[in-house]
């Protein structure tokens, strides 16, 4: 993946996350979540608010981000991994977020290995 790919990712993350922020019961519904669930809509904009921040980092300060960051998408992916996996009601949902998560920890790994080289 070339350096030009990285920044194309985080800059998705960043998109992604302000429209998590912007509007969360949308993208919510999008994804064929209901936007009514309790503690949905705040989740979903603590979600946005680190794809905005984790993106920013990886596009602005690339040398600034250390590759233990990588492990919260790993976990994350894990996670949605499991609901996707116990719960067809949330599947789509959960596979969207976790390809996000596996997406944004190997940008994140990528371009903390060249900063530390």
Do not use: C, I, K, N
Not at 2 to 14: D, M, N, Q, T
Not at 67 to 73: E, P, Q, R
Not at 93 to 111: F, I, K, Q
Request: net charge positive.
């Amino acid at each position: 993946m070339s350096v030009s790919a990285e920044r194309l990712v985080a800059s998705v993350g960043v998109l992604a996350g302000g429209a998590l922020l912007a509007a969360p019961a949308r993208v919510l519904a999008a994804v064929g979540l209901d936007p009514g669930l309790f503690g949905l809509v705040g989740a979903a904009r603590v979600l946005g608010a680190r794809h905005v921040v984790q993106g920013t980092a990886l596009v602005v300060l690339p040398t600034r981000v250390p590759a233990g960051v990588a492990v919260v998408d790993a976990v994350h992916a894990l996670s949605m991994l499991a609901l996707a996996w116990s719960s067809p009601r949330y599947r789509r949902a959960a596979l969207t977020s976790a390809a996000v998560a596996v997406a944004s920890g190997v940008v994140t790994l990528r371009v903390a290995r060249r900063a530390h080289r």
